[in-house]
């Protein structure tokens, strides 16, 4: 008998029953699709649940990501490596909360919201997380749109206008199959990182420079100029919707519904998200040592602009494919960061308000959002107001992300829901002091932005 053939353990807890009572599972058509082997070695294990960590990993190193890693890298070399580690720390360990919330209850992020608030909360918290997947909906066509000017010398609007067939991109792809969609993502994460890979070799960055950089210093609270771009670095790294993605998307495996199942999926799942936000470390810290080794004290300190990136990259990095790389870089990252936004728009609209869209009509709702201002600001203000709207883009991010964070870390801190899975005390400490560490530099990140 196959995992998914075998009938439910007679003890299941209050939020399993209360799951079936309240309709489909999370992300249904993908539920528990993807077949975990029973028995064999760890490796045959772990690859069964490795793609939902990849996936949310996109989040962590899409377009929204370089204008903070360029300027950082540009203006202060390596210094602010430190903070780029500090953020993909905090990523790690709330990652691995969603994770947990999701195997634990089998509800996802915006499911738990439902049952635990009344409509006056949620209502509020559905309409902030739609803007946030919108506002990143909107870096990923400036992104893909800069992209397609830079390697084919498509104009901005018409960019724009092209990344409305994504949708039917993410349609075929998830009609093959959730694994098909994930060997998307990860063929895409491996361009990237190929990309930036021959750019550091080019670069040749001194070692124990790069070393020190990891080394937290406190010029970085001193200065106001670096405290800024910190700031926005741990912005743009820590993405809210896909904390909902994640605690949906780990239901994906054919795991066992009962204790011991739930535990080995955690600590598989875990593991899965960990490996992958490495990966986004390595692609983050990357674009800012290139930044650092191509402009920093070389007279281009205030490169922040990808345009402008991307023309100094190879006459300064003396590689002529450097600037071309960057751009397929771009364009990979632009692409892919499609496929999340999208699961994570039909997580959220389902989780919060049991109506579900086809997929094609949700993805171009939300593409049709993004796509429009791009092209408005574009046409009045020409290929420079996109950088400002990359920015606000952000910080309209900032601004949902302790709407996210916070009802998670309450969630998985709740023993009465979790039961058993409940985190320890000091990983409770520790996730309560990360989200609020997370909400005091967002509000000043979205107060110094206000106040210009």
């Not at 029953?17 to 489909?24: F, S, V």
């Not at 920015?391 to 900032?398: K, N, W």
Request: charged share 15%; net charge neutral.
């Amino acid at each position: 008998m196959s995992r998914t053939d075998q009938p439910a353990a007679p003890h299941r807890s209050w939020h399993l029953a209360r799951a079936t009572e309240e309709g489909a599972p999370s992300l249904a058509e993908a539920n528990a699709s993807v077949r975990v082997p029973v028995g064999g070695s760890w490796l045959r294990r772990l690859l069964a649940f490795i793609g939902p960590g990849y996936m949310i990993s996109v989040g962590y190193m899409d377009p929204g990501n370089w204008a903070t890693d360029l300027a950082g890298g540009a203006q202060f070399g390596y210094t602010l490596l430190s903070v780029i580690m500090l953020s993909n720390l905090m990523a790690i360990l709330l990652q691995a909360l969603a994770a947990r919330l999701g195997i634990a209850t089998g509800r996802d992020l915006a499911q738990a919201c439902r049952d635990t608030y009344p409509p006056i909360i949620n209502i509020p918290l559905w309409l902030a997380c739609e803007l946030a997947i919108i506002a990143c909906d909107l870096a990923e066509v400036i992104g893909t749109a800069v992209a397609l000017q830079l390697l084919f010398s498509i104009p901005l609007v018409a960019g724009a206008l092209i990344t409305g067939l994504d949708a039917f991109l993410v349609l075929l792809l998830m009609n093959r199959g959730f694994r098909r969609l994930e060997a998307f993502v990860i063929a895409l994460l491996g361009i990237i990182a190929a990309c930036f890979a021959v750019q550091l070799v080019a670069a040749a960055p001194p070692v124990a420079s790069i070393l020190d950089g990891f080394v937290p210093s406190a010029e970085i609270v001193h200065n106001p100029q670096m405290l800024y771009i910190a700031i926005g670095i741990i912005g743009a790294t820590v993405m809210p919707h896909n904390l909902y993605l994640h605690s949906s998307i780990v239901q994906t495996r054919a795991y066992e519904r009962t204790e011991a199942g739930k535990r080995e999926a955690i600590r598989w799942a875990v593991t899965d998200s960990t490996i992958a936000l490495m990966l986004a470390l390595f692609v983050n810290a990357a674009i800012l040592i290139v930044a650092a080794a191509a402009f920093h004290g070389t007279g281009y300190e205030y490169v922040a602009d990808i345009e402008d990136a991307h023309r100094l990259l190879s006459p300064l990095l003396g590689l002529g494919i450097a600037s071309t790389l960057f751009a397929v870089a771009l364009l990979a990252s632009g692409v892919n960061s499609t496929v999340t936004a999208t699961l994570a728009g039909q997580i959220v609209m389902e989780g919060f308000l049991r109506i579900r869209l086809p997929n094609w009509a949700r993805r171009l709702l939300t593409r049709a959002l993004a796509i429009v201002p791009v092209v408005v600001v574009t046409w009045i203000y020409g290929d420079r107001g996109t950088g400002e709207l990359l920015i606000l883009s952000q910080v309209v991010l900032s601004m949902q992300l302790p709407f996210a964070v916070i009802p998670l870390v309450r969630f998985v801190t709740d023993r009465e829901r979790m039961g058993a899975f409940a985190v320890a005390r000091w990983v409770a400490l520790l996730a309560w002091a990360v989200a609020g560490l997370i909400v005091v530099l967002n509000v000043k990140l979205l107060w110094d932005t206000l106040a210009g």
